[in-house]
């Protein structure tokens, strides 16, 4: 049986990343350069309007996000990260946050992250965000 490094790296940064943990993150898709999230939006999530905090949706595509740059195996670390937010998002909605890389260098690279509702497959939020490739491995 072949290893999947992508998904052995998902389950090591998973194991102590209890932002993450706390947000009910669940795995979909987990391979090289692409990762598939989802999470249940919870009443300790909502802001004072009711919707989604943007910093927790900001959160969620920050994860989606470290996941797939990670998932060569080399540690790599956030330089950069924009948010646009689309349309707001509520209580027990099931989100989907979809990270897959734009361009990868030896020592960058560049990472989109949508995140739809469930149900409707709307777009809810989009992401860019660039790392710094170190020379250390994460499973290291």
Known sequence: M??????????KMMS???CSQWMGIEPLIVEEGHCRIQMT???EML???????GGIAFAFADSAFAFAANS???????????????RPSKEHMILI?????????HK????????TEDESDEVCYRFRGQV?????????
Do not use: Q
């Open 97 to 105: 946050a979809e990270a897959r890389a734009l361009n990868v260098t």
């Open 41 to 43: 939006v919870k009443k």
């Open 72 to 86: 060569y195996g080399r540690v790599a670390v956030s330089i950069n990260g924009m948010m646009t937010y689309a």
């Open 132 to 140: 710094y490739r170190k020379s250390t491995e994460v499973l290291g």
């Open 108 to 115: 960058t690279a560049e990472f989109e992250v949508l995140i």
């Open 16 to 18: 102590k990343d209890y």
């Open 2 to 11: 072949e290893k999947n490094l992508a998904k052995e790296v998902y389950d």
């Open 47 to 53: 802001n004072g309007f009711g919707i989604l905090h």
